[in-house]
């Protein structure tokens, strides 16, 4: 099984700050990585796919990075609609996605 | 529109039966891969499995082999999750969601919230 590990767990961050979060597969996926926003109640929501390439409609202050093992999710600018946990998942071998990593204002 | 509509929410007792759906519309349902997911009480996402519906080739995660039964029925565009008996620990929110064109899963249904309590 491949395993996914995201850091932090929890960020703080305020409106405007510059944000990034880390995810580390067990071994290498290639740039198999997708990132997800999941607000309260409601169902997951695809940002970013094969690693850097943004889903379409999804603002331009997201941008992804990385291959292998190593990979980041980046937003730029947070904006208010911006606080939410995110996700990564391999979908290298079979599907795993990270443990999350919820982004709260601070 | 690419649109996946999940059945209701379920209380159901343990040892009980269920079979939830998931409906597409939209798109061409048997020519994407349909993946389930969980959810427990506020826990991140598990993946439990993928079914291709035109075959319903089907692979689960070595987490939930044995425990779930996913299947589709092409010609209503549904793909189904069912329990034989449920658990307690069963308790969650289960979505279903499409592995798009890029790989990922681009388009997930509402959630269906299975609540199991004696």
């Known amino acids: 099984d491949i395993q996914m590990t995201q850091s932090p767990s929890t960020l703080s961050a305020s409106v405007g700050d510059r944000v990034t979060i880390t995810c580390r597969a067990s071994q290498s996926i290639s740039t198999w990585l997708a990132w997800y926003q999941q607000k309260p109640g409601k169902a997951p929501k695809l940002l970013i796919y094969?690693?850097?390439s943004l889903e379409s409609g999804v603002p331009s202050r997201f941008s992804g990075s990385g291959s292998g093992t190593e990979f980041t999710l980046t937003i730029s600018s947070l904006q208010p609609d911006d606080f939410a946990t995110y996700y990564c998942?391999?979908?290298?071998?079979?599907?795993?996605f990270g443990q999350g990593t919820k982004l709260e204002i601070k | 529109e690419v649109q996946l509509v999940q059945s209701g929410a379920e209380v159901k007792k343990p040892g009980e039966s269920l079979k939830i759906s998931c409906k597409g519309s939209?798109?061409?349902?048997?020519?994407?891969?349909i993946a389930w997911v969980r959810q427990m009480p506020g826990k991140g996402l598990e993946w439990m499995g993928i079914i291709y519906p035109d075959d319903s080739n089907t692979r689960y995660s070595p987490s939930f082999q044995g425990q779930v039964t996913i299947s589709a029925d092409k010609s209503i565009n549904t793909a189904y999750l069912q329990w034989s008996s449920l658990k307690a620990s069963d308790t969650a929110i289960y979505y279903c969601?499409?592995?798009?064109?890029?790989?990922?899963?681009?388009?997930w249904g509402q959630g269906t919230l299975v609540t199991v309590s004696s």
């Open positions: 939209g798109y061409s349902f048997t020519k994407y891969w």
């Open positions: 969601a499409r592995q798009g064109g890029v790989g990922a899963f681009d388009s």
């Open positions: 094969k690693a850097s």
């Open positions: 998942q391999q979908y290298n071998t079979l599907y795993t």
